[in-house]
């Protein structure tokens, strides 16, 4: 789908002499990063911590996405407890962003009935028998009670992502997480979805109508082999195939164990780092729907063009590729580098001037 979207804009840009298009990474770079993590399994609240020092230690915002779990089932022991609550505090402590990875973690949680919007904690008890039977459990309970735990335990912001156990994927998830307070989500893999750009979910993924939710696939997971450790230069060349056109890189660990998936994630952070921008799922979320408020128009003639550009949400770091010849005339908060301006902040309508060389053309 993205060589579509590239092809589209190659026939803008070839048809229109004044083509200016909005940039998808913040802040000019070429490839926006998120690491995430999916908190699923006993000795992973302690780990998870391990890494979270790591990313403040660099300046990076993790996502964690966290198991509420408290019912021992097939799955596992109950790790959602005192112990399991102070790594949280700590996470939240370290400034990362805490969200839901459901309360049962459940294979079928894709055949979940909908639920009342009612589930509440203690009573909404789901269990989970094997790998394909859970009784007791909704799609709304599994989103309203582990956001209110969360929420509530971790002591930060009220949370805005989810991802699912399994990233099994009902068709209702979309409008479910709408109801239940819910911006973004990760619950799909970019090769399923054949794009690493995020997209606009669909009310029970028809053609529709769009809902308030932005879905950011899976790009590099952890679960497949080879070991992650050993997956470095591949991960790396993927990379840089996807900054070719400022696509967005989606890493998923689970923090069962250090080790060589610390390490990977280590050595992935200082192999980009010059030329990515880095993220949690909450950070370029914000940044994305800004994005899709954006309105940009371009009027002028002969050797002066002005572009405006409306943003109802305020939103920094915003890129706009103008054409070849265009010189940004100065002003403050904007910076020129070959096509690209970079925008320190554009909050309601902001008004950019150009000088054109080259062709004289007609209005
Ligand atoms: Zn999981």
Redesign the pocket.
Known sequence: LDVWLRLLKGMYQAGEPNAVTIGTVPFGKSLSVMFTH?V?FTQSMANAVGYAEFERSKGLTGTY?I?AKYIRDYNDDIFFDEQGVRYLARLAELGMELAS?TVA?SASFNSFPMGTGEEQYPGYRPFVKTRSKAYGATILGELRVSKFLIDRLGGGRAMVSFRP??LSNPFGLPQALVATGFRYSSAATANNSLTHLPYQLTYDRLSESEVDIFEFPVTIEDEELPPMGERIPQALVLAKQIARYGGTVVVLI?PNILGHKLEFEKQFYEAVKDWAWFGSLREFGDWWSARNLLHVDVAGKADRMMVSINAPRRISGVTIEVPIGWTLLPQRGARQDGHAITLDVVEQTRVLHFAVAGVQRDF
């Open positions: 999916d699923d996405f198991q990875h973690h156990g399994e689970h």
